[in-house]
């Protein structure tokens, strides 16, 4: 069985279960912020969320004083791409 796969056992498991995630993580002995990620992900999977590509343009800012110059991406499953 691969990771993902064995991911995806777990969350299944868990829900079927009936039992809260920390008290299924105690006995599988899975790190509960490991489990956590491991849902979302696969909540995130399941809702079939599209993936797609958005075309952006990056241009020369204005200049503005003291302006942030960061970008931030979040990414729902970090580990994934397809």
């Known amino acids: ?6 991911r995806r ?26 489990f956590s990620r491991w ?4 909540l995130a999977l399941d809702k079939d969320a599209a993936l797609e590509v958005i075309p952006i343009q990056v241009v020369q800012p204005t200049p503005v004083a003291a302006a942030p110059t960061k970008i931030m991406l979040r990414l729902a499953c970090p580990w994934r791409s397809t």
């Open 1 to 6: 069985m691969n990771l993902s796969a064995k």
């Open 9 to 34: 056992h777990h969350v299944k498991a868990w829900h079927q279960s009936g039992l809260s995630q920390a008290e299924y993580c105690r006995q599988q002995d899975i790190h509960p912020k490991t």
């Open 39 to 42: 849902a979302r992900c696969e």
